[in-house]
T-cell receptor, first 110, second 115 residues
Framework: EDQVTQSPEALRLQEGESSSLNCSYTVSGLRGLFWYRQDPGKGPEFLFTLYSAGEEKEKERLKATLTKKESFLHITAPKPEDSATYLC???????????FGQGTTLQVKP | DAGVTQSPTHLIKTRGQQVTLRCSPKSGHDTVSWYQQALGQGPQFIFQ???????QRGNFPDRFSGHQFPNYSSELNVNALLLGDSALYLCASSIGLAGAGETQYFGPGTRLLVL
């Protein structure tokens, strides 16, 4: 069965303290791995799509990487405005559905 | 460029009632997917519409049904509401019959509270 697990569930950082969020997945035929940011009470905001092992993508202070079993979202020198829940999702096989992890809630303190 | 829009933003219903939620996809998108997100959890796939047909369905009962219109907008209907249906309902749009990893873009969601 396709499954996505994110760790840690919650992460508290000081402003400027870099760290990484983990997304481990088990899927039959990965079609894409997606990272989203979600603020409280709002819809997920798209960040990155990764398709194959070794692929990396960057946006401002965020960098996403992908291996055959997991993905990392690296946050460099975070700011308080980076505080949010970060969701990882995979698309597998020929289905159109996304399978989400439970998310990592990040809090960055000034 | 208008993103995905959903209405209403909030809704309060009582057990046993029926509800209809609406979604307009991002400009240029023709596929709409619906997700349910309980508090503190990741979104769960309900179903996906393409060319006005339900193409994929998650593990949700028949009380959950939908429709897609010729202009690609979509509705989610839930009958016989239960307390456990209280959640944030998310609509996502993408291009084409998803299966090759197309990115799905989400709307702001409709918060449903069932009393």
């Amino acid at each position: 069965e396709d499954q996505v697990t994110q760790s840690p569930e919650a992460l508290r950082l000081q402003e400027g303290e870099s760290s990484s969020l983990n997304c481990s997945y088990t899927v039959s035929g990965l079609r894409g791995l997606f990272w989203y940011r979600q603020d409280p009470g709002k819809g997920p905001e798209f960040l990155f799509t990764l398709y194959s092992a070794g692929e990396e993508k960057e946006k401002e202070r965020l960098k996403a990487t992908l291996t055959k079993k997991e993905s990392f979202l690296h946050i460099t020198a975070p700011k308080p405005e980076d505080s949010a829940t970060y969701l990882c999702a995979v698309a597998s096989g020929n289905t159109g559905k996304l399978i989400f992890g439970q998310g990592t809630t990040l809090q960055v303190k000034p | 460029d208008a993103g995905v829009t959903q209405s209403p933003t909030h809704l309060i219903k009582t057990r046993g009632q029926q509800v209809t939620l609406r979604c307009s996809p991002k400009s240029g998108h023709d596929t709409v997917s619906w997700y349910q997100q309980a508090l503190g959890q990741g979104p769960q796939f309900i179903f996906q519409y393409y060319e006005e047909e339900e193409r994929q369905r998650g593990n949700f009962p028949d009380r959950f049904s939908g429709h897609q219109f010729p202009n690609y907008s979509s509705e989610l209907n839930v009958n016989a509401l239960l307390l456990g249906d209280s959640a944030l309902y998310l609509c996502a749009s993408s291009i084409g019959l998803a299966g090759a990893g197309e990115t799905q873009y989400f709307g702001p969601g409709t918060r449903l509270l069932v009393l």
